[in-house]
């Protein structure tokens, strides 16, 4: 699959469930430009509808869940019967056609929308390092903890509305995501380290050259 082909199949999807959603986005390796693409990614935040809990009461459901099922049903789309995912926050679709090429659904919501774009747009050698502690080989603050879809800051979640916030928090540049890569972190946790701008932990840390040597195929 081409990126051209998969910017207008990942656009169909969108614009199946735009009418649904708050916000909706390409993200993964279409959205970093990629030439050859292995799948195509999208997170959303959904609408939601009121539905029927029982005979005395209503609740609030992802009005997006309608929609993909009419997608399957028509049979345009199928869930993924070898990696099975069909849960709340994240779905696994097949297209029905030749190519069999498959759309990861990831919701989300106003409060960790930065954070869940960010980690869904990738790629994952350049995720690994953000997201794992300095004695682990990353650059993750000693008091941020990533959890259960949201940032936590000493014991709180903290609201990441926007890439830029969370990056932010994170003590990282928010770089265009066609030039997110280990190699480019790695050369600047590398100069931050050179610099004295890094934290005692990270100052411990001596795997970030490794990462500057090493280019992304994700």
């Not at 469930?17 to 390409?26: E, G, N, W």
């Not at 993909?68 to 097949?94: A, C, Q």
């Not at 954070?115 to 994952?124: E, F, K, N, W």
């Amino acid at each position: 699959m081409n990126l051209e082909q998969a910017r207008k199949i990942g656009m169909e999807v969108v614009e199946a469930l735009a009418p649904v959603c708050d916000r909706i986005m390409i993200a993964g390796s279409v959205r970093r430009g990629k030439a050859q693409p292995k799948d195509i990614e999208i997170v959303y935040i959904a609408k939601t509808v009121k539905e029927r809990a029982d005979l005395f009461s209503w609740s609030d459901v992802p009005a997006t869940e309608a929609v993909i099922e009419t997608l399957v049903y028509r049979r345009f789309w199928s869930f993924d019967k070898e990696v099975r995912r069909n849960g709340p926050l994240y779905k696994r679709m097949v297209r029905q056609d030749e190519e069999q090429i498959v759309v990861e659904l990831f919701r989300a919501c106003p409060d960790n929308w930065g954070y869940i774009l960010a980690l869904r747009t990738g790629p994952g050698d350049f995720n690994k390092i953000w997201a794992a502690k300095p004695w682990d080989g990353g650059s993750l603050p000693t008091d941020v903890v990533l959890k259960d879809g949201f940032v936590w800051v000493n014991g709180r979640p903290v609201p990441t509305p926007t890439e830029e916030e969370f990056f932010d928090l994170i003590g990282l540049p928010c770089w265009p995501p066609g030039e997110r890569s280990a190699m480019r972190l790695g050369k600047f946790l590398l100069d931050r380290q050179h610099r004295g701008g890094a934290s005692a932990a990270e100052v411990k840390n001596d795997g970030y050259a490794r990462f500057a040597e090493v280019r992304s195929d994700d």
